[in-house]
């Protein structure tokens, strides 16, 4: 479009010399009534421009009413920038173009974009599906640099195709995405939280601010989980006393902070701390007993411990070969983490006191799970049967107590859900009815 | 406040250690909410501005 602009220089006007006005239009009469006067004006302006006598005064009677024709000018305003387009480019192109017309798109060296495809190939193939959907979906460019017409039915049937051929690897890649940056995503919320929490300083400015919140408060929880690790294996292996005095001593610590200097990062530590031994002891967790697979088989109730104690592992007490005698047999069972069993012969009625933390509790047919499991069975025997009374504190994990002959019987080489999904412990008969 | 609920937490802790309470999941759990709940709540009113 031409657009004629008029400048009226400020040497015309009086009452501010030093002021110019633009008037700027496209009126076709406007530049029929100027044009043909715009050079000789322009010389006269110039001239008395130069005029050491004062411009004012020579100027008004020659130049009054055809002001706006003294500096008319025409020119080509610069065309507005055409819209980018991204096309498949023409030059440069190694084989389809469209690394060449991201690069010029985003103002980037294509090698970029020529790289990130190649892993992309190596990832799963997401790279060539991405590539060839862009084949599809970017216009090539003309001759001119234009973008050349496309036929449209062509391109849908092809993305049809195309997306039949590969949604199994689409939805693959999107999940294993999805799986990578959801996780991804609640680290960084919870970075940013943690350290709001602890500076005060919540999720605001730029990205950069925000980034190395998230950096801080992911440090943060870091070292909050080594404590909490520490606790709880402090809390584990008795000393829960020296745990509660540290986290009343950080309490106190806070408190007098309060008064006399905050300390105000010290309140997530010590709820770390306090949480996590807290957490043991109410699961009950004694690492007493070591750590690994502990088989028992008594052969005479000589031999039958009083408790059998496990930090963590398989604790398994078989009872099959053991002589038992007829009348209450106490035994004890103290695990840590993790599962035990206990066989029974047949003719042995079993009376049990289970607490377990956190898991499950199954005796014959009662069963019971969740947390803070408590299962009690005591059953009354005749006189002549051999009753166990088994006691058994079970911190995270299972205990299974069973006749043998069943699912539990380790020495039929399985210990496996039955075919209804279920285990079969067999059931406790020998009690009186 | 933080101090408070801190110290309360330890104090839990303690009398597990010495016998006198059974902790479980069944009081920590609701203790821990409790603790944490007015930890924010006290965080939140004593934000730096």
Not at chain 1, 4 to 27: H, K, M
Not at chain 1, 206 to 224: E, P, Q, S
Not at chain 1, 402 to 426: M, R, V, Y
Request: include cysteine.
């Amino acid at each position: 479009m031409r657009v004629r602009t008029y400048w009226v220089p400020g040497f015309f006007n009086e009452a501010n010399p030093e002021s110019s006005t633009r008037y700027t239009g496209t009126s076709s009469s406007t530049s029929k009534l100027v044009r043909p006067l715009a050079t000789p004006l322009r010389v006269a302006a110039t001239a008395i421009r130069a005029s050491p006598r004062g411009h004012s005064q020579l100027a008004k009677p020659l130049c009054e009413g055809i002001l706006e024709a003294m500096n008319e000018t025409t020119q080509e305003l610069p065309p507005e920038p055409a819209p980018r387009r991204l096309v498949r480019v023409q030059s440069g192109r190694v084989i389809g173009g469209v690394c060449a017309g991201l690069g010029r798109y985003f103002k980037l060296d294509p090698i970029i974009f020529r790289i990130g495809a190649i892993v992309l190939v190596f990832a799963g193939g997401a790279g060539l599906l991405a590539y060839l959907a862009a084949v599809l979906l970017i216009p090539a460019e003309d001759s001119v640099g234009e973008p050349a017409g496309r036929n449209r039915w062509l391109v849908i049937v092809g993305v049809i195709v195309l997306l039949c051929i590969t949604w199994p690897f689409l939805l693959g890649g999107g999940l294993l995405v999805a799986g990578l940056l959801i996780p991804f995503a609640f680290l960084v919320a919870a970075g940013v939280l943690v350290w709001w929490f602890v500076s005060g300083e919540g999720p605001a400015g730029d990205a950069g601010d925000v980034a190395k919140r998230a950096a801080l408060g992911i440090a943060v929880l870091c070292v909050c989980g080594f404590i909490a690790l520490g606790g709880a294996w402090a809390a584990a292996a008795g000393g829960e006393t020296v745990v509660a005095i540290a986290v009343i001593a950080a309490g106190v610590a806070i408190l007098a902070g309060a008064f006399v200097r905050p300390v105000r990062w010290l309140v997530l530590p010590a709820v770390t701390l306090a949480l996590s031994a807290g957490a043991v002891s109410a699961a009950g967790i004694d690492l007493d007993g070591g750590v690994g697979e502990r088989d028992y088989r008594p052969a005479s109730v000589t031999e039958l411990r009083d408790t059998y104690e496990l930090g963590m592992g398989e604790l398994i007490v078989d009872l099959r070969h053991t002589d038992l005698p007829a009348g209450d047999v106490p035994m004890a069972i103290d695990l840590g983490i993790g599962e035990a069993r206990v066989i029974v012969p047949d003719d042995v009625c079993v009376a049990t006191d289970a607490e377990v933390g956190i898991g499950e509790a199954r005796t014959f047919e009662l069963d019971n799970g969740g947390i803070d499991v408590d299962l009690e069975d005591l059953p009354e025997a005749d006189s002549g049967v051999t009753r166990l009374l088994v006691r058994a504190d079970v911190g995270i994990g299972a205990l299974r107590i069973g006749h043998a002959g069943t699912d539990l019987d380790l020495d039929q080489g399985h210990f496996d859900f039955g075919p209804d999904g279920d285990q079969s412990l067999g059931r406790n008969l020998a009690c009186a009815a | 406040m933080a101090g408070v609920c801190v110290i309360g937490l330890g104090v839990l802790l303690l009398l597990d250690a010495t016998g006198t309470l059974e902790l479980r999941f069944a009081v920590l759990a609701p203790a821990a909410c409790a603790a944490l709940g007015a930890i924010l709540v006290a965080s939140g009113m004593t934000r730096p501005r």
